[in-house]
């Protein structure tokens, strides 16, 4: 039998130091909510890949779709030859996408390269070159999607130059100090001091940051930026790659404020595990772009497409939207009742089972070490769980949604018993 070390030395001779990992034992195989390690060793599974098993580990029918299109087709490049699985989930996500406009979508690999897309898409269908996003934000890890992300380490420290031409406004967040009417205020100083709003070819925002700490923008204001946008012709792009899929009780986040994006960019739990992500927008938009201007070697693999048919029927099927807010109030419930006992305990929050809390230290300041020891003490009892946030604070939950019961109130569990032994050390 492997063991955990032996993959561990492996890996530090071999893979660069810049791959971050959380743990040093080796996943060998999961399902639905767990995972166990090359050792035998079980993990309750709170992190969820990041948030890509909405459907949990080898949902059966992901699964099985993989292997009846694995004896079929594997790969033939959609661009060279083109083939069904990419054109149904073409149309199943165009139907699916909010408002009345007739869409499109395109098909990529990755959440960055499907950012990378809606913002070439954006400036071709409207000749302008700026671009707004957020503070606290994460649109991956390439040139313009580091230039886009709203957080300095570990993503953007020592790779600049970024892209020109991307503006940054503060995320609403009364948590922290900045009100709805803040941001609004430094969006119009914005466009008085620093870029005329008829050169801004799109504003991005992730409907609730990932990344930045699970903090939801209201419908309210999502509603202000989309009155604000078509005032001055600017494309809005919603950022749905960690919220999208069912997590926050809706198919998309969006849908929680009633407003219909001009671009939507998606991946992770689209697939249940396969790498697929992709762009939706307005067909009058995705189709400015000339034949060959978008594409990708892989976007839209045969197997990927499956897995994603198959994860749309299961979220439909097994009621997974009503399932999220089921998830959402145990893990709420779970830690109410830990701050009762919990001081540092704070900002409890979600939206649907997109969840989170704060730690903060006795000062009422985030408290950064204590979320990062909780992480390796609860790993150490068999709990994945993962934080986050611009002060790397937060503890959120990306637990999949059809783990049971019994595994949520397993999970709470044993947070408050690794608190507590921090706590008394």
Same mark, same amino acid.
């Given at each position: 039998?492997?063991?955990?070390?032996?993959?561990?030395?492996?890996?530090?001779?071999?893979?660069?130091?810049?791959?971050?990992?959380?743990?040093?034992?080796?996943?060998?195989?999961?399902?639905?909510?767990?995972?166990?390690? *090359?050792?035998?060793?079980?993990?309750?599974?709170?992190?969820?890949?990041?948030?890509?098993?909405?459907?949990?580990?080898?949902?059966?029918?992901?699964?099985?779709?993989?292997? #009846?299109? &694995?004896?079929?087709?594997?790969?033939?490049?959609?661009? *060279?030859?083109?083939?069904?699985?990419?054109?149904?989930?073409?149309?199943?996500?165009?139907? $699916?996408?909010?408002?009345?406009?007739?869409?499109?979508?395109?098909?990529?690999?990755?959440?960055?390269?499907?950012?990378?897309?809606?913002?070439?898409?954006? +400036?071709?269908?409207?000749?302008?070159?700026?671009?707004?996003?957020?503070?606290? %934000?994460?649109?991956?890890?390439?040139?313009?999607?580091?230039?886009?992300?709203?957080?300095?380490?570990?993503?953007?420290?020592?790779?600049?130059?970024?892209?020109?031409?991307?503006?940054?406004?503060?995320?609403?967040?009364?948590?922290?100090?900045?009100?709805?009417?803040?941001?609004?205020?430094?969006?119009?100083?914005?466009?008085?001091?620093?870029?005329?709003?008829?050169?801004?070819?799109? &504003?991005?925002?992730?409907?609730? #940051?990932?990344?930045?700490?699970?903090?939801?923008?209201?419908?309210?204001?999502?509603?202000?930026?989309?009155? &604000?946008?078509?005032?001055?012709?600017?494309?809005?792009?919603?950022?749905? *790659?960690?919220?999208?899929?069912?997590?926050?009780?809706?198919?998309?986040?969006?849908?929680?404020?009633?407003?219909?994006?001009?671009?939507?960019?998606?991946?992770?739990?689209?697939?249940?595990?396969?790498?697929? $992500?992709?762009?939706?927008?307005?067909?009058?938009?995705?189709?400015?772009?000339?034949?060959? $201007?978008?594409?990708?070697?892989?976007?839209?693999?045969?197997?990927?497409?499956? %897995?994603?048919?198959?994860?749309? !029927?299961? /979220?439909?099927?097994?009621?997974?939207?009503? +399932?999220?807010?089921?998830?959402?109030? &145990?893990?709420?419930?779970?830690?109410?009742?830990?701050?009762?006992?919990?001081? %540092? /305990?704070?900002?409890? +929050?979600?939206?649907?089972?997109?969840?989170?809390?704060?730690?903060? !230290?006795?000062?009422?300041?985030?408290?950064? %070490?204590?979320?990062?020891?909780?992480?390796?003490?609860?790993?150490?009892?068999?709990?994945?769980?993962?934080?986050?946030?611009?002060?790397?604070?937060? /503890?959120?939950?990306?637990?999949?949604?059809?783990?049971?019961?019994?595994? /949520?109130?397993?999970?709470?569990?044993?947070?408050?018993?690794?608190?507590?032994?921090?706590?008394?050390?």
């Amino acid at each position: 039998m492997t063991t955990n070390t032996h993959w561990q030395a492996l890996r530090e001779r071999y893979v660069p130091k810049g791959v971050g990992n959380m743990l040093q034992a080796y996943a060998e195989r999961a399902e639905n909510a767990q995972i166990w390690d *090359v050792e035998g060793n079980a993990y309750l599974d709170f992190a969820g890949g990041i948030g890509v098993l909405n459907v949990g580990h080898r949902h059966p029918k992901v699964v099985a779709a993989v292997q #009846q299109q &694995l004896d079929k087709l594997m790969h033939t490049c959609f661009h *060279v030859m083109p083939y069904a699985p990419y054109v149904e989930l073409a149309k199943r996500l165009s139907e $699916a996408a909010p408002g009345p406009s007739l869409k499109q979508t395109l098909l990529v690999n990755t959440g960055a390269e499907a950012v990378e897309n809606a913002i070439k898409i954006a +400036r071709a269908a409207t000749g302008r070159s700026g671009v707004v996003a957020f503070s606290g %934000a994460f649109h991956g890890r390439t040139l313009m999607g580091m230039a886009l992300t709203g957080k300095m380490a570990p993503y953007k420290q020592g790779f600049g130059p970024f892209p020109a031409e991307v503006y940054r406004v503060p995320y609403p967040n009364p948590y922290h100090g900045c009100s709805e009417e803040d941001s609004l205020t430094a969006l119009h100083t914005l466009f008085k001091m620093d870029i005329d709003p008829k050169r801004v070819a799109a &504003l991005i925002i992730e409907p609730v #940051q990932g990344e930045g700490g699970f903090y939801a923008a209201t419908p309210s204001f999502m509603q202000s930026l989309r009155q &604000l946008c078509d005032q001055h012709g600017i494309l809005l792009i919603v950022d749905e *790659v960690q919220s999208g899929f069912a997590r926050t009780g809706k198919l998309f986040a969006i849908e929680h404020a009633g407003i219909e994006p001009d671009l939507m960019t998606v991946a992770k739990s689209l697939a249940g595990g396969m790498p697929l $992500a992709g762009v939706i927008g307005k067909a009058s938009l995705m189709n400015v772009p000339e034949p060959g $201007a978008l594409g990708s070697t892989y976007g839209g693999n045969p197997l990927s497409c499956a %897995a994603a048919l198959a994860v749309l !029927d299961v /979220i439909e099927e097994e009621h997974l939207l009503e +399932r999220a807010e089921q998830v959402g109030e &145990l893990i709420e419930s779970g830690f109410t009742t830990l701050a009762k006992d919990f001081a %540092a /305990i704070s900002h409890i +929050r979600r939206l649907g089972a997109m969840a989170a809390m704060e730690l903060l !230290d006795a000062e009422g300041r985030p408290d950064a %070490a204590l979320a990062k020891d909780l992480t390796q003490k609860a790993a150490s009892k068999g709990l994945l769980l993962l934080s986050c946030g611009v002060y790397a604070n937060t /503890i959120r939950v990306l637990v999949p949604l059809t783990a049971t019961d019994q595994q /949520i109130q397993q999970g709470m569990g044993i947070i408050g018993e690794s608190l507590a032994e921090l706590f008394a050390c």
